[in-house]
């Protein structure tokens, strides 16, 4: 039978039934664990009643959080599969620990599927400044969720601040762990700013990224130097076109300084 704790983490991890029916598909195994399979769709049946939320995880998450005992081997044996299907010979010494290799690379550059960004480190304007702040060039690497190829660039964080400032390391941070995930561009910049708005309230707040996908690059149009660029507005610079003038000026001018030093 499934234990309380196994049920408890479904219940805690999926999102929507469609979610919980997904996972439970791939995980092909479920009747060598000993499992009831009509037992599970019961439950997956019970849980469909749940009003839909917004999707906060995908199936590598909720994978992840279930006791599968050979977690490990099974990630590896599926990668070795994709492979084998490609027709490569992993007998070759430079593809014998490719599966291994992949499934690590993956855990890291999807950690933070799932997981929203922790405590954002603030201090109370006491100075009450009331002008743009600007942090610029901030580098990332993030996943395409439609190749899973990367895709990687730079984006301004700006905002003007209310009765708290940020810590100057935070906008990098808070860019850092949204990046790891297989998403859109578009996902990122407003993940980005969503976190940074709940986290200090400004009176607005911009987040721009520019950055160049690798699924236009090496494969497709192969279009090798160019470059997409998406923006997400909150507050004065999304309802005040002189604060938004104002922004874009000092990203430029940023962008002057820094092929001048």
């Known amino acids: 039978m499934l234990d309380q704790d196994v049920l408890s983490r479904f219940r805690e991890h999926a999102k929507e039934r469609e979610l919980l029916v997904a996972t439970l598909a791939m995980w092909a195994d479920v009747e060598a664990q000993g499992y009831d399979p009509e037992e599970v769709e019961a439950f997956t049946l019970e849980e469909s009643r749940w009003a839909p939320k917004q999707r906060k995880a995908i199936q590598v998450n909720l994978i992840r959080q279930l006791p599968h005992p050979n977690y490990r081997d099974w990630k590896r044996e599926h990668v070795r599969s994709l492979l084998e299907v490609q027709g490569l010979d992993l007998t070759d010494p430079n593809t014998k620990e490719t599966p291994d290799r992949i499934c690590r690379m993956y855990d890291e550059v999807f950690c933070n599927v799932g997981e929203e960004f922790g405590e954002v480190k603030s201090f109370p304007n006491d100075g009450g ?15 395409c969720s439609h190749h899973f190829l990367p895709f990687t660039g730079y984006a301004w964080l700006l905002y003007v601040p209310d009765e708290i400032v940020v810590g100057a390391s935070k906008p990098a941070r808070i860019l850092e762990h949204y990046s790891k995930r297989p998403q859109l561009q578009e996902t990122l910049a407003h993940d980005v700013l969503q976190c940074f708005v709940s986290a200090i309230r400004p009176l607005g707040a911009m987040v721009t990224i520019r950055a160049h996908h690798e699924c236009m690059g090496c494969r497709g149009v192969k279009q090798y130097e160019s470059s997409m660029g998406t923006n997400a507005l909150y507050g004065n610079f999304k309802e005040n076109l002189a604060t938004r003038t104002e922004a874009l000026s000092i990203i430029t001018q940023s962008i002057l300084m820094k092929k001048l030093l």
């Open 129 to 143: 400044y009331d002008q743009i702040i600007d942090f610029s060039f901030l580098h990332f690497s993030s996943t």
